[in-house]
């Protein structure tokens, strides 16, 4: 390979690499934020938690519907979702792997991460 080709397939990736951030860096601001209000999924969704950077726009109403208890903008906060199943995972192993008790596990680890993040944003 001759150093031109190195040297253009670098400058290729770079390029590449550049685009990507720019696109990861402003794909928040071309996303419509909830500010959470009495929803009762606002802790596991990324309109709700994810860190805002300047300008944002903003749901004039939680969009959650009650009484069809859905929301059909619910975006899943991946890094919160993994966050309840490690807990969860560890009370599981902290009670001797028991069976038929996971739904027990992922409901109380739900609820304690809740509760932490809770804090989290009286603080903030």
């Known amino acids: 390979m001759k150093i031109s080709q190195r ?24 996303m419509t934020m909830c500010k959470g209000g009495d929803c009762p999924k606002k802790h596991l969704c990324y309109r709700h938690t994810a ?9 004039p109403n939680p969009p959650f519907d009650f009484e069809q208890n859905t929301c059909e903008f619910y ?17 599981w192993l902290d009670e001797r792997r028991p069976r038929d008790r ?10 304690e991460c809740i509760y932490q ?8």
């Open 7 to 30: 040297i253009s397939i670098n400058y290729v990736d770079i390029i590449e690499q550049t685009i990507f951030l720019f696109n990861a860096r402003i794909m928040l601001y071309d």
């Open 51 to 59: 860190d805002i950077e300047g300008r944002q726009d903003f749901f």
């Open 75 to 91: 975006w899943q906060d991946v890094q919160r979702f993994e966050q309840i199943k490690a807990r969860a995972y560890n009370q």
């Open 102 to 111: 996971a739904l027990d596990h992922w409901l109380k680890a739900e609820k």
């Open 117 to 124: 993040w809770s804090q989290w944003d009286k603080l903030s």
